[in-house]
């Protein structure tokens, strides 16, 4: 069985910073591709970033280019969203999947201004 925990989610003040973790068990990553979502209240679902197998090819929403950064540690079977200068229209709910098939339950950001 797939499973995904995202954690590091938190409230912070806008401009701060915060770091996603995703740690996949049941599947091996290394192959495979991982991405985040997220869902604000009363909007659809909407892409933020993923990253392919190969770590070097990565793409981002335009809403966050230049201010998140996604990897991976193959080795931890991880992925990270280190998500800096953060303004309130971050604030969501952030999912991880692995290829878009499996997902994981989320994990609140929530930014003040």
């Known amino acids: 069985q797939v499973q995904l925990v995202e954690t590091g989610g938190g409230l912070v003040e806008a401009g701060e910073s915060l770091r996603l973790s995703c740690v996949v068990a049941g599947q091996d990553i290394t192959s495979n591709n991982l991405a985040w979502f997220r869902q604000a209240p009363g909007k659809e679902r909407e892409f933020v970033a993923a990253i392919g197998w190969a770590a070097a090819i990565t793409s981002y929403a335009d809403s966050v280019k230049g201010r998140f950064t996604l990897s991976r540690d193959n080795a931890k079977n991880t992925v990270y969203l280190q998500m800096n200068s953060l303004n309130p229209e971050d604030t969501a709910v952030y999912y991880c999947?692995?290829?878009?098939?499996?997902w994981g339950q989320g994990t609140q950001v929530t930014v003040s201004s």
């Open positions: 999947t692995l290829n878009r098939r499996y």
